[in-house]
């Protein structure tokens, strides 16, 4: 089955800088990558994704990239605000209906006033 | 998407369940697991009242789709392994869109 794995574990900023969470996954039918934001006492929310016939995606102050040929996809937070820290997950896997999406262990963002 | 109970504690044993809630009109419907550490992981998925699929951890639970607005987790015999938090999501088409989580269930089995 697929594996996904998410770096760092914890990512300390102060405001204003960037974030960068990095994710590699294994199989390389996977096609579609989201990232999910949950802040503390919530389920999580998608915030972002990727499939794989596109590199880069933005959405404001967020982006994602996806290396297909490495395996590996990134979320991109610019001029990180208070508001911006949670815990992030990434997930992968194969599309279709049967589709079930592996995620990883997740990234406490903290970003410091 | 609303869970009920937010916030349960039982015995090792006790068969309990926990039901989850949505009115978009979304088709799926999907149970997670979530532990410190290790992420979300799927339980069983639902397409309708037609069909539920395993997901990566099925062993213990089972799951009832009465109708297309809720999907209920079920523990028959609970065991202390089982405590976590519980994450309920759906999506309009499959899980390859966005998924909208509850805010979980917090389960204590002693």
């Known amino acids: 089955g697929e594996n996904v794995e998410q770096h760092p574990s914890t990512l300390s900023v102060q405001e204003g800088d960037s974030a960068v969470i990095k994710c590699t996954y294994s199989d390389s039918a996977s096609n579609y990558f989201p990232w999910y934001k949950q802040e503390l006492g919530k389920g999580p929310q998608l915030i972002i994704d990727i499939r794989s016939n596109v590199g880069e995606k933005k959405d404001q102050r967020i982006a994602v990239t996806l290396n297909k040929t490495a395996k590996h996809f990134s979320l991109h937070i610019t001029e990180t605000q208070p508001e911006d820290s949670a815990v992030y997950f990434c997930?992968?896997?194969?599309?279709?209906?049967?589709?079930?999406?592996?995620f990883g262990r997740g990234t406490s963002l903290i970003v410091h006033p | 998407v609303t869970q009920n109970p937010r916030y349960l504690i039982t015995v090792t044993g006790k068969k309990l369940t926990v039901t989850c809630s949505q009115n978009m009109n979304h088709e799926y419907m999907s149970w997670y697991r979530q532990d410190p550490g290790l992420g979300l992981r799927l339980i069983y998925f639902?397409?309708?009242?037609?069909?539920?699929e395993k997901g990566d951890i099925p062993e213990g639970y089972s799951v009832s789709r009465e109708k297309k607005e809720r999907f209920s987790l079920i523990l028959e015999s609970a065991s202390t392994n089982q405590t976590s938090m519980y994450l309920c999501?759906?999506?309009?088409?499959?899980?390859?869109?966005?998924?909208?989580f509850g805010p979980g269930t917090r389960l204590t089995v002693t």
């Open positions: 639902s397409y309708d009242v037609k069909m539920k």
């Open positions: 999501a759906s999506s309009l088409i499959d899980l390859t869109y966005e998924q909208y």
């Open positions: 997930a992968a896997g194969p599309g279709g209906g049967s589709y079930i999406p592996t």
